[in-house]
């Protein structure tokens, strides 16, 4: 009988066995680690890249103009657009353009262009403007912020007004009641678009109008008719 086939490992053969078994647990819980960390650090440039291009930004689902406590408007624009007249890069080229043309001798960024992109047949763009008069100047589009007691100088208020309260609208007010109060804001603008104030509208003009909350107001035309716009007061506290 061959004794050495029976033969025992020595202890010392034993324990470097045993140590050789940790070692390759421990490369082997190392690597496991290592790809962990490499898996959540592309994560990671990814969450970032992907904010940084905007591909995270749900896009509005319609044209809204928000005023901003310290006097800024923000315009998220929705409109259509064919892909088959026109090229995606030369539309951010032109946008830009006209908004250099204008920061030019407005001064440096009053306009500022923060996303613009193509989804299908839509386009959305999102531009910050330094003040209301920015964006009347940039757009042409009436738009006018302030106190009624200036407002006044400018606007008749000739409209039909109603109270609002808790983003609800009420019972007919007269023109008078509101001019009365020259420190009450108003915004003014003549446009179909959604408007959002920074504060909670309490007078609004009744024709072309929508609240949304307390703060929000969509403005479109009766008729439908997206082309025609009329002046449209949001008075707010």
């Keep these: 009988m061959n004794e050495g086939k029976n033969k025992r490992?020595?202890?010392?053969?034993?324990?470097?066995?045993?140590?050789?078994?940790?070692?390759?647990?421990?490369?082997?819980n190392r690597v496991i680690a290592l790809c962990v960390i490499a898996v959540?650090?592309?994560?990671?440039?990814?969450v970032l890249v992907c904010k940084l291009t905007g591909v995270f930004d749900k896009a509005t689902e319609m044209s809204t103009l928000t005023l901003t406590e310290d006097g800024k408007v923000?315009?998220?624009?929705?409109?259509s657009f064919d892909e088959d007249f026109y090229?995606?890069?030369?539309?951010?080229?032109?946008?830009?353009?006209?908004?250099?043309?204008?920061?030019?001798?407005?001064?440096?960024?009053?306009?500022?262009?923060?996303?613009?992109?193509?989804?299908?047949?839509?386009?959305?763009?999102?531009?910050t403007y330094a003040s209301y008069k920015d964006y009347r100047d940039f757009t042409g589009i009436e738009l006018y912020v302030g106190?009624?007691?200036?407002?006044?100088?400018?606007?008749?208020?000739?409209?039909?007004?109603?109270t609002v309260k808790e983003g609800v609208k009420g019972t007919s007010v007269e023109t008078l009641d509101i001019t009365s109060q020259p420190k009450l804001k108003v915004l003014v603008v003549k446009e179909n678009i959604t408007?959002?104030?920074?504060?909670?509208?309490?007078?609004?003009?009744d024709?072309?109008?929508?609240?949304?909350?307390?703060?929000?107001v969509t403005i479109a035309q009766p008729d439908g008719n997206e082309d025609a716009t009329q002046l449209t007061y949001i008075l707010y506290e």
């Design 74 to 79: 923000i315009c998220e624009e929705v409109t």
């Design 147 to 162: 106190k009624v007691q200036n407002a006044k100088k400018t606007y008749d208020f000739a409209d039909a007004f109603v």
């Design 207 to 216: 024709g072309a109008t929508t609240m949304v909350d307390k703060n929000t």
């Design 40 to 46: 959540a650090l592309i994560a990671a440039i990814a």
């Design 9 to 28: 490992p020595s202890s010392k053969e034993a324990k470097a066995k045993r140590n050789q078994t940790k070692r390759n647990k421990a490369v082997r």
């Design 195 to 205: 408007v959002v104030v920074p504060g909670e509208v309490i007078y609004v003009s």
């Design 87 to 127: 090229d995606k890069g030369d539309l951010k080229k032109f946008v830009k353009s006209e908004i250099a043309k204008y920061n030019d001798k407005a001064g440096s960024g009053k306009v500022k262009l923060d996303s613009l992109k193509v989804s299908g047949k839509t386009a959305y763009a999102k531009t």
